[in-house]
């Protein structure tokens, strides 16, 4: 398989940046063909233009390389921090940028959406440092799981929520390293 694992924290010493690296191994050890994508290593530009809102193309090589990838992708990875129950703005970016009409959807006779991915499965890993509050629903579900993914026509898709970080120790973190690597391996195992 194809997997694009998108990775969106700007500390290179995070443990964002670990369960990347984690997940990486993990899926290369299964024979996967992993490309991965730091966005604030690559300076992606988050800033969707209105040329792009018209035509649906970039004049960036940088968008359009990630657009091109995610059309070939079997299955997609994104790893980021919970940031006020919104991913981080530069992965939000890359969102409007690259997860376009004409590229991820399209629109049918009635507005609706389908999806235009051949991405079977998805996994999400996200952190917080606030412990998981379950009544005060979860934005981040609602925004990747009930929205992004499903327009694109992901049949698939599971979340790994870490949290508290800043309460872990480094035994915890060295298990939620295993486990992030596993579950990717799992969802992405060959049929």
Avoid at 163 to 189: D, K, N, Y
């Amino acid at each position: 398989m194809t997997i694009t694992l998108v990775l969106a924290h700007p500390n290179p010493d995070s443990l964002n940046h670990s369960l990347a690296r984690s997940i990486f191994a993990a899926l290369r050890e299964s024979g996967h063909d992993v490309v991965l994508h730091d966005l604030y290593d690559e300076r992606f530009d988050p800033c969707l233009t209105a040329q792009e809102i018209e035509t649906h193309r970039s004049d960036d090589a940088l968008v359009e390389r990630h657009a091109a990838e995610i059309q070939e992708a079997d299955g997609l990875v994104l790893v980021h921090p919970n940031w006020f129950d919104q991913p981080p703005a530069i992965l939000k970016g890359w969102v409007e940028r690259v997860i376009r009409e004409g590229t991820a959807f399209s629109r049918d006779a009635g507005g609706g959406f389908e999806g235009l991915l051949d991405v079977r499965a998805a996994l999400l890993v996200t952190t917080a440092n606030a412990p998981y509050d379950a009544s005060a629903g979860d934005a981040l579900d609602a925004f990747w799981k009930a929205f992004v993914l499903p327009t694109c026509g992901i049949p698939t898709i599971e979340r790994l929520h870490l949290t508290p970080v800043i309460a872990s120790s480094l035994e915890q973190r060295r298990a939620w390293l295993e486990e992030a690597g596993e579950r990717a391996q799992a969802l992405f195992a060959a049929d």
